[in-house]
C-alpha cells in the first residue's frame, strides 16, 4: 500500500503559479498511474489531470489544458502538477490518487483511484 503526501499549495494573487508535489512512500511509485483532483467548498471532487505509469501519457479536464501540466519523477517517488495562469475559479483543495488499476471506473472518476493523499490549499485571489 502506497502512502501519498502533498505540499506545494498556498494563496496566490490571480495570474501566478505554483508546484503541487505528491510525495509517494511505502511502494514505489512507478507502480502506479496517478492522477490529480480538487475539490471547492459545496462542490464534487473534480477531475484535474492524469499520468500514465511512465509518465508518456498524460491526459487534462478542459479546466486545465494549456496552463496545468502534470508529471512524475518515479526516481523520487514523486509525482507534480505545476498549475500556471492561475484563476480564482482554481481555488480548491487539491488531491493527488494513485490509480492500483482494480477498478474498471473511467480515467476520470474519482472511485478509480485507491489511494489518496490529504490535500494541500490553493487559494488564487483576484
Known amino acids: 500500500q502506497v502512502q501519498l503526501v502533498e505540499s506545494g499549495g498556498g494563496l496566490v494573487q490571480a495570474g501566478g503559479s505554483l508546484r503541487l508535489s505528491c510525495a509517494a512512500s511505502?511502494?514505489?511509485?512507478?507502480?502506479?498511474?496517478m492522477g490529480w483532483f480538487r475539490q471547492a467548498p459545496g462542490n464534487d471532487r473534480e477531475f484535474v489531470a492524469r499520468?500514465?505509469?511512465?509518465?508518456?501519457?498524460?491526459v487534462y479536464a478542459d479546466s486545465g489544458k494549456g496552463r496545468f501540466t502534470i508529471s512524475r519523477d518515479n526516481a523520487k517517488n514523486t509525482a507534480y502538477l505545476q498549475v500556471n495562469g492561475l484563476k480564482p475559479e482554481d481555488t480548491a483543495v487539491y488531491y493527488c490518487?494513485?490509480?492500483?488499476?482494480?477498478?474498471?471506473?473511467?480515467?476520470?472518476?474519482?472511485?478509480?483511484?485507491?489511494?489518496w493523499g490529504q490535500g494541500t490549499q490553493v487559494t488564487v485571489s483576484s
Open positions: 490518487a494513485a490509480d492500483g488499476g482494480y477498478s474498471g471506473s473511467r480515467y476520470d472518476d474519482h472511485q478509480r483511484y485507491d489511494y
Open positions: 499520468i500514465s505509469r511512465g509518465g508518456t501519457t498524460k
Open positions: 511505502g511502494r514505489a511509485l512507478s507502480d502506479y498511474a
